[in-house]
């Protein structure tokens, strides 16, 4: 499937049209209120100045592996009692994980339970998918993983068109307004959980580009300055965490993959408060430099992270 006509492709259950053209009418108008400012930015940063920390982990015990992960980081402090956590996966396709176009369910799993250990109020599991959301959910293992926590304070499920909101992009250089779905903007943290793969476009999509999923509207549009709108987007949800997936990986034929030949297993996690940073150092796992994404280097001059990883403290467990 050509990814820049994903959404006028992608078939999921239809709401009403009419309620959800008021809302943004309403929103546009001022009749409902912009999303609380401090919702937008992360709750984990370092201090201004101090150096990024890095964690990269391997194993193949994977719910371990991200606790491991997560260790350097100190774990999940960032979760208050009661919060409202988005947890981001990768569901946007109808593959399998062993085809390497979705995160992991059992990683994302995995953090959905340490999220309520944390004390979450609320966890939620959601992506704008490309191929049809209810299929992608199927075969990517990601619904049935988390339905298995068999908890009320968790959701798997499908993005309702009716809350997109329309929201200004006041730092963009590329665009300057889009449709965010209000249900992230309304978390109180935002765990982001991208597979790292190749993409024909991009080069990769990896930590900056999976806000994607959280977008309204005809995303094929972004697809012009594509790597400028990247960064812009990341300036309105800027990530708490940001874990990219490597335990396997798409070499060839991104985003949506399909052959097993285009996979390699590495059995690695990288994970950090800054997604430049992960962005970064992901990259070279595909034995390319930083600096040859060009939306890390876009992220990293608007000041949204680190992507000289000298610069980086990184911790291998």
């Known amino acids: 499937m050509n990814e820049m006509h994903a959404d006028e492709q992608s078939s999921c259950p239809i709401f009403n049209r009419r309620q959800f053209i008021h809302r943004v009418a309403a929103w546009s108008a001022g009749a409902v209120a912009a999303p609380p400012l401090f919702r937008l930015v992360p709750q984990a940063m370092a201090a201004p100045g101090a150096q990024p920390l890095l964690a990269v982990a391997k194993g ?8 491991k992960a997560l260790e350097p980081l100190g774990g999940l402090p960032f979760i208050k009692k009661g919060a409202r956590v ?10 399998t994980p062993e085809q390497a176009a979705n995160t992991h369910p059992l990683l994302v799993k995995a953090m959905v339970k340490l999220c309520l250990a944390a004390g979450a109020g609320k966890v939620m599991v959601f992506d704008r998918t490309c191929n049809d959301c ?13 339905q298995s926590i068999t908890d009320p304070r968790v959701t798997c499920a499908f993005v309702d068109e009716r809350k997109f909101v329309p929201v200004k992009i006041a730092k963009g250089k590329a665009m300057n307004e889009w449709e965010f779905y209000k249900d992230a903007l309304d978390a109180d943290c935002y765990i982001n959980m991208p597979i790292a793969k190749h993409h024909r476009l991009a080069k990769l999509t990896l930590g900056l580009k999976n806000v994607m ?6 995303r094929g549009n972004i697809h012009q300055s594509l790597d400028q709108k990247i960064a812009d987007l990341n ?26 030949d285009d996979v390699k297993e590495l059995h690695t996690l990288v994970a950090s408060t800054d997604t430049v940073a992960t962005d970064a150092y992901a ?20 000041g949204l992270g680190e992507m000289d990883l000298n610069k980086v403290k990184i911790v291998k467990v």
């Open 134 to 146: 209810r299929l992608s959910y199927v075969s990517s293992g990601i619904q049935k993983a988390v």
């Open 235 to 260: 300036t309105v949800m800027k990530p708490t965490l940001t874990v990219i997936d490597a335990t396997r990986i798409l070499l060839r034929n991104g985003p949506s993959g399909g052959k097993l």
């Open 283 to 302: 990259t070279t796992l595909f034995d390319m430099k930083p600096d040859e994404i060009e939306s890390t280097r876009c992220a990293a001059a608007m």
């Open 60 to 67: 193949t015990d994977y719910e371990a592996l991200l606790a």
């Open 213 to 218: 999923g959280l977008l309204g509207g005809k």
């Open 86 to 95: 988005l947890v981001k996966p990768n569901i946007g396709w109808d593959r």
